[in-house]
């Protein structure tokens, strides 16, 4: 069942990756029909700024994401020597490096993995996760998070985030060039006929009006789909169930957090503004999905 799980859970993936890839290329699409009278232009801005804004991304994330999240960095055992203890024993297990660890001072108990790879990867933590959990939960917790790191879903996840900041970015470029006048009908590339120049017409139309919106879409859905894969890995670690699903129970009972940032909600174990139902809009599968999931392990 474990297994069967996790490679259905990585095809969904592939799916949602695949289709996030065709939604950047249809706004490429439309920033150059409308903005720039070059499709092809239009296509290679999007890849170029898209690539280049992912690979900043992925070498700062770390530190840009616990900036956000208010996050301050544990250097020694002494400081929190129970966690401490539990992530240096699961990434033995994991068979990945010591991450960083970080705590949020946060009453209400949640969690987050965040890097661009198991070697630089970190783990945070909020004092109200320390406080209301016992060490059986803990493990379930950090287990999960370990899912995250050692499938390189926070890689997966912080680039999914820099495509939606640019995807909005260029949607916002080429709105603002079509009201300068930049898209004027007389374009350079008609030569390829009025039946292709009808498509990218639509495709261009269709990607600037509901780019972001199916950005934001896609980019919860793979979220989604990561958590049951990172829930699968921690029972995987642990081989008990038990740990991660009394830790899921207190975590969507408790109140929202005050320090969470809204663009890493996706990150944590759970959504730290309040627990949600299984939506298109849900940055998290309903905790009681999860906890029927994870029962059957």
């Known amino acids: 069942m474990l297994y069967q799980q996790i490679a259905s859970n990585k095809r969904k993936t592939l799916v949602v990756i695949a289709l996030y890839m065709a939604l950047f290329i249809a706004v490429g699409i439309g920033i150059g029909y409308y903005a720039l009278r070059s499709v092809v232009a239009g296509v290679i801005i999007a890849l170029v700024a898209g690539g280049l804004y992912s690979m900043m991304m992925i070498a700062n994330a770390t530190n ?5 999240n208010h996050a301050k960095e544990i250097t020694d055992k002494n400081q929190a020597p129970m966690i401490w ?3 240096t024993d699961m990434a033995m297990i994991a068979k990945v490096p010591m991450p960083r660890i970080f705590i949020i ?3 209400s108990p949640n969690a987050f993995a965040t890097g661009s790879s198991p070697e630089n990867a970190a783990v945070a933590v909020t004092t109200g996760l320390l406080e209301r959990l016992n060490r059986e939960e803990l493990e379930g917790v950090i287990a999960h998070e ?3 790191i050692r499938n390189y879903d926070v890689r997966l996840q912080t680039i999914a985030i820099a495509l939606g900041a640019v995807i909005a970015m260029l949607v916002q470029f080429g709105s603002r060039m079509m009201f300068w006048g930049g898209g004027s009908r ?3 590339d008609d030569d390829n006929g009025g039946g292709a120049n009808a498509i990218f ?4 139309l269709i990607a600037m009006i509901l780019g972001p919106f199916m950005s934001t879409i896609l980019q919860l859905a793979l979220s989604r789909n990561r958590e049951y894969l990172a829930d699968a890995s ?3 670690f642990t081989r008990n169930p038990y740990g991660l699903i009394s830790a899921l129970q207190k975590i969507s009972e408790a109140p929202p957090m005050t320090e969470a940032d809204k663009k890493s909600a996706a990150l944590y174990i759970s959504n730290p503004f309040g627990e949600e139902g299984d939506s298109l809009f849900s940055t998290h599968p309903s905790t009681a999905n999860r ?7």
């Open 64 to 68: 840009v994401v616990m900036q956000l």
């Open 105 to 107: 001072e946060d009453e």
């Open 234 to 236: 921690a029972v995987e």
């Open 85 to 87: 203890n539990i992530v």
């Open 186 to 188: 007389d374009r350079d």
């Open 146 to 148: 370990f899912g995250h």
């Open 291 to 297: 906890i029927k999931r994870l029962e059957k392990m």
């Open 201 to 204: 017409m639509v495709i261009g």
